[in-house]
């Protein structure tokens, strides 16, 4: 598990495969490579979506808007 964590930051994948990224914040935005994937994450069950499956690949960018949890399966 790993944990990545800014305001909002922008990241880029080094060789991972299925992650499950989960969140503690209320909600927030995720995006990969410019809206490819936009989810919203979070503990807010009205319209957030507590955890995300997805398979992110070598040379991915990825922008959050809060701490993220990463759990590789």
Same mark, same amino acid.
């Given at each position: ?5 800014? *305001? ?5 994948? *080094? ?8 969140? !503690? !914040? ?5 995006? @990969?490579?410019?809206?490819? @994937? ?14 995300? !499956?997805?398979?992110? @690949? ?9 701490? @993220? !949890?990463?759990?590789?399966?």
């Amino acid at each position: 598990m790993a944990e990545a964590s800014s *305001l909002a930051s922008s990241l880029r994948v *080094l060789l991972r495969k299925n992650d499950k990224i989960s969140t !503690t !914040t209320n909600s927030m935005n995720y995006f @990969v490579n410019d809206g490819e @994937v936009n989810i919203i994450l979070g503990t807010d069950s009205g319209f957030a979506e507590p955890t995300y !499956t997805l398979e992110l @690949v070598d040379g991915d960018e990825i922008e959050q808007h809060s701490s @993220v !949890t990463y759990t590789r399966l």
